[in-house]
């Protein structure tokens, strides 16, 4: 005979209980393990998107005319303030500022053996006089070509413009920021707009007006574009390759201004500056993760 051997309802019941309260916690466990990997992801994406962001901001702010550097409340503002009265208020969604050409001072020109910058940054104030600023070791024929490679041949020695290095006037006006391209015409604002001549180390006005009675400083930086980081609903755009001091903006549509996303989701972008030190704010958040927001910051000096 036989014997045949099974589960009693006791044991029965004792591994329902067992297998309920393991896929009570197992279940709570699997989630809360799945929502940590998704946190980790979107905190890693946030972190890498938000520091991409703030060292391409830096990296371009490094290179800035310092005195140049303005605020616009929103994109279609014509209004500009100086960045000292910004105070990193939330209400300022345009940066704006110059940017001095730093590939063609790094160096380009060849000879004998050395790169040599195609502009020196330096004025033979005794060489030079009102009709032609003379610039040693500058060439200008060099200056023409890197701005063209950089500007996709649609910039040249017909858009740049000197800075002396010392001088001042009005933020809004001595830049072209305000529209407006009256004193920048009479060499009177901070930019001076300058072209080539036959002689590779001189600049001569491009705006039919000469030197004359303005102040001339040795040191100078040259400039052919401006550069505007703006947050439109959440989207941090950059624009390049205008010329406000030729009367230009990052809105006009018959110019070849140039723009490229940064990056998507942008939940604040704050700036403010203390003395010549300037400090961004990036903060980015996710669909992903409920009320999840990244900051990142960066000094620029």
């Known amino acids: 005979m036989k014997k045949h051997t099974a589960f009693t309802l006791i044991e029965l019941i004792f591994v329902i209980i067992i297998m309920g309260i393991l896929g009570k916690f197992g279940v709570e466990f699997l989630a809360k393990s799945y929502k940590s990997f998704i946190f980790s992801k979107v905190n890693n994406e946030l972190q890498s998107s938000s520091s991409y962001a703030v060292e391409l901001i830096a990296s371009r702010l490094q290179y800035r005319i310092k005195d140049s550097v303005i605020a616009r409340t929103t994109k279609a503002s014509t209004i500009p303030v ?64 890197t701005i063209s490679n950089l500007s996709g041949g649609t910039s040249g020695m017909g858009e740049v413009a000197l800075y002396f290095i010392g001088s001042g006037s009005d933020i809004t006006t001595g830049y072209g920021w305000d529209g407006t391209t009256a004193l920048i015409n009479l060499q009177q604002g901070s930019m001076h707009p300058v072209t080539s001549t036959g002689v590779v180390t001189d600049f001569v006005s491009s705006t039919g007006t000469n030197f004359a009675g303005i102040d001339v400083y040795e040191y100078y930086q040259l400039a052919w574009t401006a550069y505007a980081i703006i947050n439109e609903n959440g989207t941090l755009m950059l624009y390049w390759n205008y010329q406000p001091w030729l009367g230009e903006s990052y809105n006009d549509t018959n110019i070849n201004v140039k723009s490229a996303m940064i990056m998507e989701d942008v939940d604040t972008f704050r700036f403010k500056t203390i003395g010549s030190v300037m400090k961004i704010q990036v903060c980015v958040n996710s669909n992903l993760v409920e009320d999840y927001s990244l900051c990142k910051e960066k000094t620029i000096y």
Do not use: K, M, Q
Not at 90 to 95: P, W
Not at 106 to 130: C, E, M, Q
């Open 82 to 145: 100086g960045i000292g009265s910004v105070n990193n208020s939330t209400t300022y969604e345009v940066l704006e500022w110059v940017g001095y050409d730093n590939e063609g001072f790094r160096g380009h020109t060849y000879n004998a053996g050395v790169y040599l910058p195609t502009w020196s940054g330096i004025l033979d104030l005794d060489r030079g006089n009102a009709n032609n600023l003379v610039s040693p070791v500058t060439n200008t024929t060099d200056i023409n070509t």
